[in-house]
């Protein structure tokens, strides 16, 4: 497991979740899960405004390896911040996959309240 690229992997899609880049996220999820759509539904649903959340949360980030996946494969769940309240109680789920890319292969798989 490649944690520096697992981060920036993870750091890339945050930045594009909380910037609103909702059909970025499809294109790079390959529409995969979570449509644009669907994603932009749960944040204005949230009804809080996303923000980056501090570096330390990428160097601590929750990731679980999945077994017997082939390629290597982990889940990683994502705390997300706000503006208003700082860390909130939603987080996005996300499957990596190492397809030998710069960054992994990402699909999304839920953004929720834990």
């Known amino acids: 497991m490649d944690k520096l690229k697992i981060r920036d992997t993870v750091h890339r899609?945050?930045?594009m979740l909380v910037a609103g880049e909702y059909d970025g996220i499809e294109e790079a999820t390959q529409g995969r899960r979570l449509t644009a759509e669907q994603l932009r539904q749960a944040v204005e649903e949230y009804g809080r405004e996303l923000q980056l959340p501090p570096e330390i949360v990428f160097h601590n980030l929750d990731?679980?390896?999945i077994e017997g996946a082939i390629p290597r494969a982990w889940w990683v769940l994502v705390d997300l911040?706000?503006?208003e309240g700082g860390r909130s109680d939603l987080t996005l789920e996300i499957r990596l996959t190492?397809?030998?890319?710069e960054l992994y292969d990402i699909e999304t798989n839920n953004l929720h309240v834990l």
């Open 13 to 15: 899609l945050t930045e």
């Open 98 to 101: 190492d397809t030998g890319g």
């Open 81 to 83: 911040w706000t503006v």
């Open 63 to 65: 990731v679980n390896e």
